[in-house]
């Protein structure tokens, strides 16, 4: 599709938008690219309150004209006023104000985060970004959210055994494993989806119960879990496990097929450790 164009319907566009699925009314009829002041209707809409976590509502605002102080102004503006920075017709802005309506409590730490280090950064002159910043703004940009009620599953994921998981495991794949595309980047992808896109992994494993709730309980779950991992686990960008995120069964009509999984440069083998000297 044409990235530049708005399409109302782009949910149907792929399988990956499905984290989506609820809010598909509230853009079937919009026609042009929607204002930040439609996305704060649709803050409005929500069961959960937005706020970040200094307590701020969040609020989605024209990106005024000029060069940002990059990240810096960026995610300080955010944490101090609540106020996110919004472009209009730019798919990746709309999807990063999606990901907040959805995920809200794990987007208001990562905006913590970002603005923590950042203050220790500043006092300490620091040049370059902590590790931990790395990791927040990778999870950001191409995070995935692997739940998985089948602890051999999730083990097939940490060991890349990508054809055993996705077309040998396809059945109990569909039925104990689910992924939930965070970052904004990714859902930009895939609007017009390739092989070889992959996501920056977190992996809970959840009680199969956890697939019976409906879409929005499982989101509001799944942000919960993601919340406290952020705060007590996150710590870098080797905490996060790499992803064929197109091996998933459906998410490409090519992936029907079992030599689509033989192709190496995307299904890689797991990278063997380095040799110490």
């Not at 704060?40 to 004209?65: D, I």
């Not at 992996?203 to 406290?228: G, K, S």
Request: hydrophobic share 40%; with cysteine.
């Amino acid at each position: 599709m044409n990235v530049q164009q708005w399409n109302p319907d782009f949910i149907e566009l792929s399988p990956i938008f499905k984290p989506f699925l609820y809010l598909q009314g509230y853009f079937k009829n919009q026609q042009s690219w929607p204002e930040p002041d439609d996305l704060n209707k649709l803050c409005a809409l929500q069961s959960r309150e937005m706020l970040t976590r200094s307590g701020k509502p969040v609020c989605f605002v024209p990106q005024l004209p000029g060069k940002l102080d990059a990240e810096q102004r960026y995610e300080s503006g955010i944490y101090l006023t609540g106020q996110i920075p919004t472009r209009v017709e730019n798919w990746h802005d709309f999807f990063n104000a999606l990901v907040w309506q959805i995920f809200p409590r794990a987007k208001s730490v990562l905006n913590q985060l970002h603005y923590q280090a950042q203050l220790v950064e500043l006092s300490n002159q620091e040049p370059n970004r902590c590790k931990l910043r790395d990791a927040a703004t990778l999870l950001d940009e191409s995070g995935v959210i692997v739940v998985c009620s089948q602890a051999a599953l999730i083990q097939l994921i940490k060991d890349f055994e990508w054809k055993e998981l996705f077309w040998r495991q396809r059945k109990t794949v569909l039925s104990s494993m689910r992924f939930f595309v965070f970052g904004h980047g990714l859902y930009e992808k895939a609007l017009n989806p390739y092989t070889g896109m992959t996501g920056k992994a977190v992996i809970f494993n959840v009680p199969e119960t956890f697939f019976a709730q409906n879409l929005p309980a499982q989101l509001c779950a799944i942000d919960a879990m993601l919340e406290l991992y952020l705060l007590q686990t996150l710590s870098s960008s080797s905490d996060l496990v790499p992803v064929p995120l197109l091996g998933y069964p459906g998410w490409i009509g090519d992936n029907n097929n079992e030599p689509y999984y033989e192709n190496k440069q995307y299904f890689r083998d797991r990278p063997k450790p380095r040799q110490m000297r």
